[in-house]
């Protein structure tokens, strides 16, 4: 199985059915996607996919062929990435991208667990919609779960995000 | 043995410093000897200057959410004379140098909301010995007074002679130095203490690379994933072995009493051949939590058989109002599911097992994995990871204990991943707890009050892990594993009164002159532990709520009624007085919503919460928590905001939705479909007050839990007539 993510190719054998997450987890050693529920509830494993936020725990991996998968640990690689996003990629004082400089900028995360997720759903939804208001906010964000509260931060944080890349 | 260092690299930190008796004592011999092997100034168990100048900052109290991370280098800094920012940051493996300041958990834990008040003193200490000496060994050096040595930003400077050196290059100096005596700061003189330094745990959480427990890595090391009982005390009935076995990438299969575990290449891999187990179970406890409730209840009728408070004579007066209250059984639901890593190595001269665990308790889990894999404490060695959540329940090691026992029997390193679902079904819930309240008044005042208390002791349960972990290292495996067997069984038969039941209840603030709090400890076949703020987690929901009944039935404005009962309670006052100011108690609300207001001390802190909410159907809508919070004096006032907003949103989930039902033994909410938490659409406006204060820093990652529930109810009924008693609160709309 021929796979391409963070702008490198992969060959994995593993069954078809086999979700992205395992195989991003336990094949490649990409451990920035995290495991919360199996059944797409929580968010926490969401990853790109041809940059559309994608919930990695039920994507079979056989219906990724040829598709290209961007993960947390690739956010804020300077080039060679392949996501539609990257054009908005932006390098902020700290070398990351915007969204993630935001989330340094509000001390969003607590435990952390849930955020690689917060941020790849966000990425997706300023790519989409620079000028979110907090209802597309709501929309977007309410299918990542966060049980340590941090959801008044990451609102403040979107919005932040949203305003620097529109300053770009 | 295996360098653990060369294979784990925790985004935070690397797997904790090896530790040298902590040298906070009369001579620096030991100090001196670290020295001498390892090139390190060493003072104690927290601190490590490097040749390279790197200075090494041992976090003891984990990092789950909670900020000690960034609070407890603070503490460090502040007395070290160093940006805390430029501290490297170690994660403390288990020993008994760790143990808790707290007496009454002095294990290495991280719980009770003890990690601030339980440091503040030995950080600050450990960082000003470390100072001294540095300013010591620099006088030495130079031949000059050490007066005249000053200690800022990681260097020692002497100005007359215009010399200057980092504390890197005076780590020998200061290593021969006799560990001295010191003063700590006066608070006026804080340079970082009480400041809103950001947190410095951010990098490893948004960038991908921190490692949690379930993303340790070892060398040949196999995922683990266990078919346990579905019911309570099921026997395992029939498996096929092979069926799994036989699947791609599966490597062992492990039976482990009553359940099995199937080890493979990786999670799927394993959670597939799980399934191709079919394995069944027969027999068990049938547990149906309707019954259970039912049977709860109808030992309200009869007195309590444990008193917890008497005061006046509450029995002999006629209630006004005379309620049940009911809340459930709560799952934790931590984002990280359970999980563990563990390896035996054979090849010193005793065998020895190594486990990585996102704990909070390294000290009960160095003590249950001994015990399990039959070793002694000093052949196991426990690193802490990251945590995606605690909120209580990586207070059990249950997960560690599976990892090491898999681990022994396949002989290879094992992680053990739960799943969501194994994690719901095989929690130790927040107990059921049913209350009585029976309370009298008259126009203007309230004259009564009486609390008779249904539950499960969780001692009963944890007490075990605690009696075990606390005896000295050096006491017999059998003395014990007695110990350990028989405090739980004093607190499940009711011999010793389990203080965290009543937590809430029995320390109720106000002065009612006739008085009375009940406990009537109950057994039952649903294992229960600690829950975020534990007892107060119920008895802050009734008697608020309750009160709030009889300030109404008493014609009394809810705030008034409770600012008249604290007169001697000025800490409790303080923050109801700042919450209801903040959120104009008494002004105009839009037509539909309601304001309530409720106020609890836990874990010697202070929280008060107004809520305004409305009802739309079966839908509560909070639109807005006003909190002021007194927990003594602040290290980082950003964290304690951070905290509160936490406990609002955690117990709001529970308040609203949460509940966890058994039916013919069976979980029912398995996911987080069924077991709801908050989402970003229905987050109120939170906002927080700090009352400012010089006393003792005391609790913050659970205090402001318990007064939300209560606050919610009340608001209901200012906003509806409708009086709510049970919870969640979804389900009794």
Not at chain 2, 22 to 38: E, F, I, K, V
Not at chain 2, 67 to 82: K, P, Q
Not at chain 2, 226 to 241: K, M, N, Q, T, Y
Not at chain 2, 270 to 285: H, N, V
């Amino acid at each position: 199985m021929k796979l391409n993510v963070n702008g490198r190719a992969y060959e994995v054998d593993v069954d078809d059915d086999q979700p992205l997450l395992w195989v991003l987890r336990d094949h490649l050693g990409l451990t920035g996607t995290k495991f919360g529920c199996g059944v797409a509830q929580c968010g926490a494993c969401t990853v790109h996919v041809n940059g559309a936020a994608r919930r990695s725990c039920v994507l079979p991996i056989g219906e990724l062929a040829g598709a290209s998968v961007t993960t947390i640990e690739a956010l804020a690689m300077p080039s060679g990435e392949p996501d539609r996003s990257s054009d908005r990629v932006a390098l902020g004082a700290h070398g990351l991208h915007a969204v993630q400089e935001a989330w340094l900028a509000e001390n969003v995360p607590q435990c952390g667990y849930c955020q690689a997720g917060q941020i790849m759903t966000t990425v997706a939804l300023l790519a989409a919609n620079p000028t979110p208001d907090d209802d597309d906010i709501d929309s977007a964000l309410s299918a990542n779960l966060c049980r340590c509260g941090t959801y008044p931060r990451i609102r403040r944080a979107v919005h932040r995000a949203a305003e620097a890349l529109r300053k770009k | 043995m295996m360098e653990r260092r060369a294979f784990l690299q925790l985004g935070l930190a690397a797997g904790g410093a090896f530790v040298v008796g902590c040298a906070l004592g009369p001579t620096g011999s030991t100090t001196w000897r670290h020295y001498h092997r390892t090139g390190e100034f060493q003072p104690n168990a927290w601190i490590r200057i490097l040749p390279s100048g790197a200075i090494v900052f041992t976090l003891d109290r984990v990092e789950m959410g909670q900020g000690t991370t960034t609070s407890h280098a603070m503490l460090v800094a502040e007395e070290l004379e160093v940006d805390p920012r430029k501290l490297q940051i170690e994660l403390a493996e288990a020993s008994r140098v760790y143990d808790n300041r707290d007496k009454q958990i002095a294990i290495q834990i991280t719980g009770g909301s003890t990690s601030t008040a339980s440091s503040w003193q030995p950080l600050r200490d450990a960082g000003a010995v470390a100072r001294e000496m540095l300013r010591a060994g620099a006088a030495a050096r130079w031949g000059v007074p050490v007066a005249e040595c000053v200690a800022h930003d990681g260097t020692i400077t002497h100005a007359r002679s215009g010399r200057s050196a980092s504390y890197g290059e005076l780590a020998g100096d200061a290593a021969a130095q006799d560990v001295p005596h010191v003063r700590l700061k006066e608070p006026r003189e804080f340079r970082w203490i009480g400041t809103s330094l950001d947190r410095l745990d951010l990098r490893p959480k948004i960038d991908g690379s921190g490692i949690y427990g379930i993303d340790v890595q070892l060398p040949g090391m196999v995922t683990a994933v266990i078919a346990r009982p579905p019911v309570p005390g099921a026997r395992l009935a029939s498996f096929d072995e092979r069926a799994a076995r036989a699947r791609r990438g599966v490597v062992d299969v492990v039976r482990l009493g009553e359940a099995i575990a199937v080890l493979a290449v990786g999670y799927w891999e394993a959670r597939r051949g799980a399934d191709d187990l079919r394995a069944t179970w027969t027999g068990g406890q049938p547990v149906d939590t309707g019954e259970l409730h039912a049977s709860f209840a109808r030992l309200l009728d009869r007195p309590g058989t444990k008193v917890a408070r008497d005061v006046g004579d509450a029995r002999a007066i006629a209630p006004t109002i005379d309620a049940i209250y009911s809340v459930p059984y709560l799952a934790h639901a931590t984002m990280e599911p359970q999980n563990a890593t563990a390896v035996i190595y054979r090849s010193g001269p005793t065998d020895r097992c190594e486990v990585w665990a996102p704990t909070q308790t390294a000290g009960i889990a160095r003590f249950r994995v001994a015990e399990a894999i039959g070793f002694d404490l000093e052949d196991v060695a426990i690193h802490t990871t990251l945590i995606g959540g605690g909120f209580g329940r990586r207070g059990l090691v249950d997960y560690a204990v599976e990892a090491a026992r898999v681990a022994q029997r396949a002989g290879r390193p094992v992680k053990v991943v739960w799943s969501r679902e194994d994690d719901l079904e095989h929690d130790w819930y927040r107990p059921m707890a049913v209350s009585r309240l029976r309370g009298s008044v008259r126009p203007g005042a309230i004259t009564s009050w009486r609390h008779q208390l249904v539950c499960q002791s969780i001692l009963a349960d944890e007490g075990g892990d605690f009696a075990g972990a606390l005896v000295p290292d050096a006491t017999p495996r059998a003395a014990r594993r007695v110990l350990s067997d028989s405090i739980p069984r004093a607190f499940a038969r009711g011999m010793m009164l389990d203080s965290t039941a009543v937590e809430g209840s029995a320390d109720l603030p106000y002065a009612i002159p006739n008085l009375r709090v009940e406990h009537t400890p109950v057994e039952a076949p649903v294992q229960v532990g600690f829950w975020r703020s534990v007892g107060h987690s119920h008895n802050g929901f009734v008697t608020e709520a309750f009160f709030d009944e009889l300030a109404h039935a008493a014609g009394l404005d809810p705030v008034a009624a409770r600012r008249a009962l604290l007169a001697r309670a000025p800490r409790h006052l303080a923050v109801l007085e700042l919450a209801a100011e903040k959120a104009g108690w008494g002004s105009p609300l839009p037509p539909g919503v309601g304001r309530g207001v409720a106020v609890h001390a836990s874990f010697k802190s202070y929280c008060a919460h107004v809520i305004e909410a409305s009802v739309e159907g079966k839908r509560v809508r909070v639109h807005r928590v006003v909190s002021a919070v007194d927990c003594g004096r602040v290290v980082n006032p950003q964290l304690v905001v951070q905290q509160i907003e936490s406990a609002v949103i955690f117990a709001l989930s529970a308040a609203l939705y949460q509940r966890i039902t058994h039916r013919a033994g069976r979980v029912q909410e398995t996911n987080f479909g069924s077991y709801r938490a908050l989402r970003m659409f229905e987050c109120p406006v939170i906002e927080t007050h700090i009352v400012p204060s010089s006393e003792e820093p005391t609790g913050i990652g659970e205090p402001g839990v318990p007064p939300v529930a209560p606050a919610l109810v009340n608001a209901i009924f200012a906003a509806t007539g409708r009086r709510i008693r049970t919870l969640p609160i979804v389900e009794a709309l």
